[in-house]
């Protein structure tokens, strides 16, 4: 598998280091950069599988316990 750094791997490679150095949910870095965030997540999947370092992003809890008073 091809692990060259070219402008456009480069470019996706930045901004999700940019989310992992912010702490930033990928949907809000998204929305904030103007960008798709399946693009974002899709080219985050892509650099993985082709061999690049791909910094952990911050992946808030989808699920929130509740308690329910009576």
């Not at 901004?15 to 870095?29: E, G, I, K, V």
């Amino acid at each position: 598998m091809n692990s060259e750094l070219n402008p456009t791997r480069a470019f996706w490679l930045g901004h999700l280091y940019c989310t992992s150095a912010q702490n930033m949910p990928l949907s809000d870095y998204a929305a904030s950069q103007a960008l798709a965030l399946d693009d974002l997540l899709a080219w985050e999947r892509r650099l993985s599988v082709q061999g690049l370092p791909v910094p952990p992003c911050c992946r808030p809890a989808r699920f929130v316990a509740v308690e329910v008073a009576t």
